[in-house]
T-cell receptor, first 116, second 115 residues
Framework: GAVVSQHPSRVICKSGTSVKIECRSL??????MFWYRQFPKKSLMLMAT?????????EQGVEKDKFLINHASLTLSTLTVTSAHPEDSSFYIC????????????FGPGTRLTVT | AQTVTQSQPEMSVQEAETVTLSCTYD???????LFWYKQPPSRQMILVIR??????QNATENRFSVNFQKAAKSFSLKISDSQLGDAAMYFC????????????FGKGTRLSVIA
């Protein structure tokens, strides 16, 4: 099956700094990528949807200036958490979908962010 | 808006036995997909099974099968011959058939398998 990678898998940063998480589709072109946030023992919460070459569409309540999403190519999307605070600590998961109406959606292994 | 409800936060099953996880959803659409995803302790989301709403036949994947009741908007997952490796969080999910809409997830059911 198709593979989605995320880097880094774990990151610890100091409060006030920014951190970038990369999501790559390794063997397919992803016209759409999704970013989710997952709190411990909770479900996945959709943060935003990004289409290649377009601005991301953010879900209600998600600060677009804080969570910057870039989908510059068909194989790479990045999520930058700017001016991170301890409450941003969470598990972030990206997911990529092949275009053309396919149901297939593949998930990355996730990134654990800890803000100290 | 579409919603997905999983009413069982936790379930347990004896090894080799059968367990059914419940899921209901609310939608006014007629064409959509339904999915069950498994999230083991590694946190990697794994697709277990999918169902297209236009298909009357229930989907089956080896030990995993669904009971899809479109009129009742119910989509339960049956795991037969449960194995220790089945222990995980299970999420029911919905998405529209057309368009580039995201998956809508339920809150999940944590399944424990007892040896």
């Amino acid at each position: 099956g198709a593979v989605v990678s995320q880097h880094p898998s774990r990151v610890i940063c100091k409060s006030g700094t920014s951190v970038k998480i990369e999501c790559r589709s390794l063997d397919f072109q992803a016209t759409t990528m999704f970013w989710y946030r997952q709190f411990p023992k909770k479900s996945l919460m959709l943060m935003a949807t990004s289409n290649e070459g377009s601005k991301a569409t953010y879900e209600q309540g998600v600060e677009k200036d804080k969570f910057l999403i870039n989908h510059a190519s068909l194989t790479l999307s990045t999520l930058t958490v700017t001016s991170a605070h301890p409450e941003d600590s969470s598990f972030y998961i990206c997911s990529a979908r092949v275009g053309g109406g396919s149901y297939e959606q593949y998930f990355g292994p996730g990134t654990r962010l800890t803000v100290t | 808006a579409q919603t997905v409800t999983q009413s069982q936060p936790e379930m347990s099953v004896q090894e080799a036995e059968t367990v059914t996880l419940s899921c209901t959803y609310d939608t006014s659409e007629s064409d959509y997909y339904l999915f069950w995803y498994k999230q083991p302790p590694s946190r990697q989301m794994i697709l277990v099974i999918r169902q297209e709403a236009y298909k009357q036949q229930n989907a089956t994947e080896n030990r995993f099968s669904v009971n899809f009741q479109k009129a009742a908007k119910s989509f339960s997952l049956k795991i037969s011959d449960s194995q220790l490796g089945d222990a995980a969080m299970y999420f029911c999910a919905y998405r529209l058939y057309s368009g580039n809409t995201p998956l809508v997830f339920g809150k999940g059911t944590r399944l424990s398998v007892i040896a």
